[in-house]
């Protein structure tokens, strides 16, 4: 009886700190945001600091300066020049819901009239709004796009951050030594290099899917001839740091655009074929060629995280969710205690893919 009370004691413990937790997470959302993104834009610069120090021969501190700036004038260019695009997008809603809701107008009638539907039962004489109903749904599509936007437009602390992680890394490094000291060095060493390495592999590797995605939907887009064709061929594969849900936003914008613009529906079904061709491209084809396996995490593992981290922190919880994963991957590879933990996250070797059917019918024609 002792032992299942501690037992149950044990886990009702273990819930409450993940309870916990979880609002301790969410609580501190605009502390905790700003450091992930730190780390990563930190990792990201990470190699032209190093340039900075070793090949030109200047000190740490003008070399940790010197390649903050850059990543902040290049943020700084791509946020403005996002934001203002949406904003100019956003201005004209009322034009688009109006053209929307004509287009829904005369698709209802067209139905009634070829299945002959009574006027006294026509969806155009329900209480229903499409006008409002349309400009609820813009307002959240504007919402998410310009959300996304401001996961980088805190420009003020995240380069603060950036500056004590890259300036202060052989402190932290001493700081990990004496919290770990059950740990040698060499392992210690170890994990930072594998974490760092997947980091930086991974976000390399998303610049080049985005560069190459970026080019093929402006090529599709120009070819169909959408207005701003490259701007919403980059802003939708910009959006791939929010995997799956960013490239659905992104494809809408420009078959909005063509829905609105165009007189035929044509082109807004060929902005949705192209987008939905380059991803599937993109998910089966480019981006396992270029990132593989250096993130490590299986789909059913990553799905998981991007809800979780959605619902923990929003947008910005869904850019970090990958990355977080991964490092939290690798910390608990390194656990025996949860070394399971860290199994059920990562990808599957072949061998536990792999059929047992193709086995079993060798070994059967073996022993007939």
Do not use: C
């Amino acid at each position: 009886m002792t032992e299942t009370t501690a037992n149950s004691t044990k886990k009702m413990a273990i819930l409450v700190f993940l309870i916990g937790i979880t609002f301790v997470l969410h609580t501190l959302k605009s502390l905790i945001i700003p450091l992930l993104l730190a780390v990563i834009f930190a990792i990201l610069i990470f190699p032209i600091q190093i340039l900075i120090e070793r090949k030109l021969k200047f000190n740490r501190l003008f070399a940790t300066i010197s390649s903050i700036f850059i990543l902040f004038v290049v943020t700084l260019f791509l946020t403005i020049t996002i934001i203002f695009q949406l904003q100019n997008l956003f201005d004209d809603t009322s034009l688009y819901v109006d053209k929307l809701s004509q287009i829904y107008e005369n698709f209802i009638e067209g139905i009634e009239h070829t299945f002959h539907i009574s006027k006294r039962y026509s969806l155009l004489n329900q209480n229903f709004n499409f006008g409002a109903f349309l400009k609820r749904n813009f307002d959240q599509i504007s919402s998410f796009a310009l959300e996304w936007g401001t996961v980088l437009s805190n420009l003020i602390l995240i380069p603060i951050y950036m500056f004590f992680f890259l300036y202060y890394r052989k402190f932290f490094r001493t700081f990990a030594y004496k919290l770990f000291k059950s740990k040698t060095k060499s392992i210690i060493n170890s994990v930072i290099l594998k974490v760092y390495n997947i980091q930086r592999n991974y976000l390399m590797g998303l610049l080049k899917v985005i560069l190459i995605v970026g080019v093929l939907n402006s090529i599709g887009l120009l070819f169909l001839g959408i207005d701003n064709a490259i701007f919403f061929g980059f802003f939708g594969a910009i959006l791939l740091v929010v995997p799956y849900v960013g490239i659905i936003v992104g494809s809408l914008l420009p078959a909005l655009i063509a829905l609105v613009t165009k007189d035929s529906y044509w082109y807004t079904i060929g902005v949705i074929a192209v987008f939905g061709i380059i991803q599937f491209f993109e998910g089966y084809l480019i981006t396992p060629q270029i990132v593989g396996d250096k993130v490590s995490v299986n789909a059913f593992a990553a799905i998981l995280a991007l809800l979780g981290f959605a619902m923990l922190w929003g947008v910005a919880g869904m850019v970090v969710a990958l990355p977080v994963t991964a490092t939290l991957k690798i910390l608990l590879d390194h656990s025996k205690n949860y070394e399971a933990y860290g199994f059920i996250i990562g990808a599957p070797n072949d061998k536990l893919l792999r059929s047992e059917a193709r086995h079993r019918l060798k070994k059967w024609q073996n022993n007939k």
